[in-house]
């Protein structure tokens, strides 16, 4: 009777249990730490086994997991590349939502070469000799968050008033700007959206979901300098176009003006302007972008030593550790596979004393003088799929050139100047750039519906003054930092 009695109470106590966690909020907060130091792991894999989904930590080691449909006994994973893999369930994690990983690194004395010719050198190179094998070039279906920010100082801005007969645009306007442009200015930019990629064409099409922009307070107040601009741009005619000119060199301005319905706390953005950054970024992740992967490129710049071996996904990888010769620039680590020569996984920053480009000309100066990156291919199937990569970059902005803007009409010889403000401009900014970017999940689709897909022009983004986790409730995204958290716009 009293066997029945405890059973009974054992199978209410369960029930009780799991229906509390079906109850509470569907996410689970924690932080992953390497087990001797305790040293926060920042970009560590999570994933939900029974459905091929979860999350990775922060720059800064945290996680949020979205456990909404999970039962107690269904297994998460902790991947970290040179760790030991930990699985554990989801009532395990809910008790103890702060993880442990063991270093899992095989010595040099027992780390076997494919081929005994390779020098370590060579194994480097044979990573972009391999790149096309390893990595997917068929039509696929990606979720994506990527998270940016940008802190800037302002060390010096003079703006020199020429001359102007654009009425919105006066002396006084150009003077109070100058007053009002903030010393420093912090800004947030979280993105979700569905990825079309035809991977033989290197092309993509955007499906956004969702996009959040968090601005402090004296880079909000440039807003009304914005809403000039706009309306500017906006009352331009049929053969009418602006423009922006200095000295020889010009450039149209591409403005397309949105006509449906906003929220009231959004506003409207060019597509395909944010494609244009997001192309540009593209050539990180195939590795084609020769700068920031000199290492690979220019393999004769770099000493290369084998540290040992580890596994992951029952995949055994190379261990591999360089600093620069005279020309190189980075030091870091990379992790590639015995069998197929991809790489996994690589973080790596400028030496110390190094730094990357450096010119000024005609005016313009730009120097980098500080840049960390890592990135992380998963094995799925045959190929390597991108899970996530970052990259932080500090450099400095120098101008000091005569600046027009001009409203012209095209005629048959010579388009006629309407309107024009000119201004000298003398400018240095000091900026901050920090970039992340995860592959939630990933499905492969075939040409029909890549092509049958047709992407809107605009996308909304809806602007905060301080953090709303309620925005991004239900989505699996990257957890924010304390920093961005406890962000407010100043009263």
Not at 422 to 451: C, H, M, P, R, S
Request: aromatic content about 14%; glycine content about 4%; charged content about 30%.
């Amino acid at each position: 009777m009293l066997l029945k009695s405890l059973s009974r109470l054992a199978l209410i106590s369960s029930i009780l249990f799991f229906s509390s966690l079906d109850c509470q909020a569907q996410s689970i907060e924690g932080t992953v730490l390497e087990t001797g130091n305790k040293t926060a792991l920042p970009y560590v894999n999570i994933l939900i086994k029974k459905s091929n989904r979860g999350t990775i930590t922060n720059e800064s080691g945290t996680y949020s997991l979205n456990t909404k449909g999970l039962q107690g006994t269904d297994t998460i994973s902790f991947q970290f590349i040179g760790f030991k893999t930990v699985n554990t369930t989801y009532e395990q994690l809910s008790k103890n939502p702060t993880l442990l990983l063991t270093t899992d690194v095989m010595s040099i004395d027992e780390v076997v070469i494919t081929n005994k010719q390779l020098k370590v050198e060579d194994i480097v190179k044979n990573v972009l000799k391999n790149k096309e094998l390893n990595y997917n070039t068929n039509f696929q279906k990606t979720q994506i968050f990527s998270r940016e920010r940008y802190i800037t100082d302002v060390n010096k801005i003079e703006l020199d008033y020429k001359k102007s007969t654009i009425e919105e645009l006066s002396e006084e306007t150009i003077r109070n700007f100058e007053e009002k442009m903030p010393k420093t200015s912090t800004s947030y930019f979280d993105f979700l959206a569905d990825f079309y990629f035809n991977g033989q064409t290197s092309s993509f099409k955007i499906e956004p979901i969702q996009a959040v922009e968090l601005i402090s307070k004296d880079l909000a107040e440039l807003a009304n300098y914005e809403d000039v601009f706009n309306s500017l741009f906006a009352d331009t005619k049929d053969k009418e176009y602006w423009k922006i000119k200095s000295g020889m060199f010009g450039e149209k301005i591409d403005y397309e003006q949105d006509t449906t319905d906003v929220p009231e706390n959004a506003d409207s953005r060019p597509l395909s302007y944010f494609k244009a950054q997001l192309k540009e970024k593209s050539n990180y992740v195939t590795l084609e972008d020769k700068n920031l992967w000199e290492f690979l490129h220019k393999t004769g710049r770099y000493n290369f030593e084998l540290e040992g071996s580890t596994s992951v996904n029952n995949e055994s990888v190379y261990i591999i550790s360089f600093t620069p010769k005279k020309k190189g620039k980075y030091v870091g680590k990379v992790f590639i596979s015995t069998e197929t020569f991809a790489l996994l996984k690589a973080s790596y920053e400028y030496a110390d004393g190094k730094r990357g480009k450096n010119f000024n000309f005609l005016g313009v100066g730009y120097t980098e003088n500080g840049f960390k990156g890592s990135i992380y291919f998963e094995k799925e199937n045959d190929t390597y799929q991108l899970k996530y990569f970052s990259f932080n970059k500090n450099y400095n902005i120098r101008i000091d050139r005569k600046i027009a803007l001009q409203k012209k009409r095209n005629r048959f010889l010579f388009d006629k100047t309407l309107k024009e403000l000119k201004i000298g401009l003398n400018l240095n900014l000091q900026v901050q750039e920090a970039i992340e970017y995860f592959a939630i999940k990933t499905e492969t689709i075939d040409e029909e519906k890549f092509d049958g897909f047709t992407e809107k022009k605009t996308f909304n983004v809806i602007h905060i003054d301080q953090f709303d986790e309620n925005l991004w409730k239900g989505y699996d995204i990257i957890e924010p930092t304390k920093k961005l958290k406890g962000y407010k716009k100043l009263k």
